[in-house]
Nanobody, 115 residues
Framework: QVQFMESGGGLVQPGGSLRLSCAAS????????MGWYRQVSGNQRELVAR???????DYAGSVKGRFTISRDSANNTVWLQMNSLKPEDTAVYFC?????????WGQGTQVTVSS
């Protein structure tokens, strides 16, 4: 059974930083592109950062220059370093391959940016 466990979210003031972690079990994702997605209640999930098997990265325009995705394929872990956080970054953050699998969505981790 494939499971993704996201962690590292929390409440942070605008301008602050958080580092999200995603640990996977039941899957070897060394050959897959992995992504961080986020969802604001009532909206669709959006892909905010992607890292390929070759460690090429790309980002949604709204987070470019502030977020950094990285991976440790040997340990099935993906991270998202988030700096200069803004209130509009408030969302539940998930990890999943790119393209995502419906049956791989985990619980996510809540990020709230507020003063």
């Amino acid at each position: 059974q494939v499971q993704f466990m996201e962690s590292g979210g929390g409440l942070v003031q605008p301008g602050g930083s958080l580092r999200l972690s995603c640990a996977a079990s039941g899957i070897i994702f060394s050959g897959r592109a992995m992504g961080w997605y986020r969802q604001v209640s009532g909206n669709q999930r959006e892909l905010v950062a992607r890292i390929t098997a070759q460690n090429t990265t790309d980002y949604a325009g709204s987070v470019k220059g502030r977020f950094t995705i990285s991976r440790d394929s040997a340990n099935n872990t993906v991270w998202l370093q988030m700096n200069s956080l803004k209130p509009e970054d408030t969302a539940v953050y998930f990890c999943n391959p790119v393209p995502p699998r419906i049956d791989y969505w985990g619980q996510g981790t809540q990020v709230t940016v507020s003063s």
